[in-house]
C-alpha cells in the first residue's frame, strides 16, 4: 500500500508557465483534498474532490486554478499563467468514503515561480 | 467555523526533555488529527482520536472533549523529533471537515 503518491517532488516554472500537479489517493480512498502551504502559514484547503466530480472548491482561486479527478488516473492540480504568488508547497491527502476514518497526506509539491 | 489554537507557536528544548504540545479548538468536534511535518518534508498522520488517549513509542496524545483540548506528549525528546507539529479538528461538514491550526515549531537540541 503505496500511500497517497505525489509528483513532481520539486517543480520549477518561470512567470506566465503552467504547472501541473498530480496526486494519487492512496488505495481505496476515493477523496481527494488539495492544499496549500505557504511559507510560514498553516494549511489552507483548496478543493475536496470525488472521482469525476468537485464537490467543494470554496478554497480555490477564482482564476487560474483548476482541478480534476478523473474516471482514470490521479487528481491533477493545474495552474495557469503561474505567478510568483503561487510559489508554495502543494499538499494532497485522501481519505475514504467514511472521511471521519482518517485522511492520509502526501509528500507534497514545492512548486517555485522563477 | 471552528477556529483551533496551538501553544506553543514554537518551542526549543534539550534532548530528553517530556514535551507537551497543545491544542484547544471552539466547536465540537468528532475527531482530531495530529500531524507531523519535517523541515522541507511532507506530513505525516501520527494519530486520529475523538476521545481518551493515544500512545505510539515516544508519543501520546489526549483529548478531553468536554474542555475541547487536546494535547500531544513527546517522552525523551531527541533531536530528530524536531518538526512542525499541527492539530486539526475535524467536524464533517462541507469542504474537507478539517480546521487546521498554524502548528508548533519544534526543535530539539542535542
Known amino acids: 500500500n503505496a500511500g497517497v503518491m505525489q509528483n513532481p517532488r520539486h517543480l520549477v516554472r518561470r512567470r506566465g508557465q503552467e504547472a501541473r500537479l498530480r496526486c494519487s489517493p492512496m488505495?481505496?480512498?476515493?477523496?481527494v483534498y488539495w492544499y496549500r502551504q505557504l511559507p510560514e502559514e498553516g494549511l489552507k484547503f483548496m478543493v475536496y474532490?470525488?472521482?469525476?466530480?468537485?464537490?467543494?472548491e470554496s478554497g480555490m482561486p477564482k482564476e487560474r486554478f483548476s482541478a480534476e479527478f478523473p474516471k482514470e488516473g490521479p487528481s491533477i492540480l493545474r495552474i495557469q499563467q503561474v505567478v510568483r504568488g503561487d510559489s508554495a508547497a502543494y499538499f494532497c491527502?485522501?481519505?475514504?468514503?467514511?472521511?471521519?476514518?482518517?485522511?492520509?497526506f502526501g509528500s507534497g509539491t514545492r512548486l517555485t515561480v522563477v | 467555523k471552528n477556529e483551533v489554537e496551538q501553544s506553543p507557536q514554537n518551542l526549543t528544548a534539550q534532548e530528553g526533555e517530556f514535551i507537551t504540545i497543545n491544542c484547544s479548538y471552539s466547536?465540537?468536534?468528532?475527531?482530531l488529527h495530529w500531524l507531523q511535518q519535517h523541515p522541507g518534508g511532507g506530513i505525516v498522520s501520527l494519530f486520529m482520536?475523538?476521545?481518551g488517549k493515544k500512545k505510539h513509542g515516544r508519543l501520546i496524545a489526549t483529548i478531553n472533549i468536554q474542555e475541547k483540548h487536546s494535547s500531544l506528549h513527546i517522552t525523551a525528546s531527541h533531536p530528530r523529533d524536531s518538526a512542525v507539529y499541527i492539530c486539526?479538528?475535524?467536524?464533517?461538514?462541507?469542504?474537507?471537515?478539517?480546521?487546521f491550526g498554524k502548528g508548533t515549531h519544534l526543535i530539539i537540541q542535542p
Open positions: 491527502a485522501s481519505s475514504p468514503p467514511a472521511r471521519a476514518d482518517g485522511y492520509t
Open positions: 488505495k481505496g480512498h476515493s477523496h
Open positions: 474532490l470525488q472521482k469525476e466530480n468537485i464537490i467543494d
Open positions: 466547536v465540537g468536534i468528532s475527531a
Open positions: 482520536l475523538s476521545s
Open positions: 486539526a479538528a475535524y467536524s464533517g461538514g462541507g469542504a474537507d471537515g478539517l480546521t
